[in-house]
């Protein structure tokens, strides 16, 4: 029941956001960006084709309540009760470390990501498993497809596959990261314990 009422406050909160807006969808001194799950359209009703990471930009909010309605669906990860900021509090700036991925010129190093590492270990801290957080990340992976086949209309194809790549490495990226956290506390508390 908890979980239905943070779908339904964020869906609030997105909905109440966008009623802000004029007609054109922006706010005051913000220029207009395309909205929504149906995708930016021109004026001649033409769909705007988009990079892979703008569409994810542009959708991070449903991005965010989808991955959310996932999450709730299974029991093991629903066994942990957490606020809708503890539960999905770590997913803009993943989300935002994908998207700078994607931006990155071809043969750049990407970073490590510090949310993920953070991520970690919050999650330890929360009790999560270590089966729980792959299964998120697992998550997280399955929501951003979805939301790239929700605006297929959108895409650049010629970029799709090799971004596809790009966004099943960083997340898998972040997974370790993550994985790495969990396995420095074991360690100390193993270390103290001797």
């Not at 929504?36 to 769909?47: F, I, Y």
């Not at 703008?54 to 991955?67: C, F, G, K």
């Not at 999905?88 to 470390?97: A, F, M, R, S, V």
């Not at 596809?164 to 420095?184: C, G, S």
């Amino acid at each position: 029941m908890a979980g239905c009422c943070l779908l339904d406050s964020l869906h609030f909160r997105w909905v109440r956001g966008w009623s802000q807006r004029d007609d054109s969808g922006k706010r005051e001194g913000e220029m207009a960006k395309s909205t929504g799950s149906a995708g930016a359209v021109k004026a001649t009703g033409a769909a705007t084709i988009e990079s892979v990471a703008d569409i994810i930009e542009r959708e991070l909010q449903s991005v965010t309540v989808d991955w959310l309605a996932r999450v709730e669906q299974e029991p093991d990860l629903k066994s942990i009760p957490l606020s809708f900021e503890d539960r999905t509090g770590h997913l803009p700036q993943l989300l935002h470390d994908v998207i700078a991925r994607l931006r990155l010129d071809a043969g750049t190093k990407a970073p490590i990501s510090k949310a993920a590492a953070h991520h970690g270990d919050l999650r330890r801290k929360q009790g999560y498993t270590v089966a729980m957080v792959v299964e998120e990340s697992r998550l997280l992976q399955v929501t951003i497809f979805s939301t790239l086949h929700k605006n297929t209309h959108n895409l650049e194809f010629s970029k799709l596959l090799p971004d596809v790549v790009t966004i099943a490495d960083e997340v898998d990226a972040q997974l370790k990261e993550q994985m790495l956290r969990f396995m420095a506390a074991d360690a100390a508390e193993h270390a103290k314990g001797k």
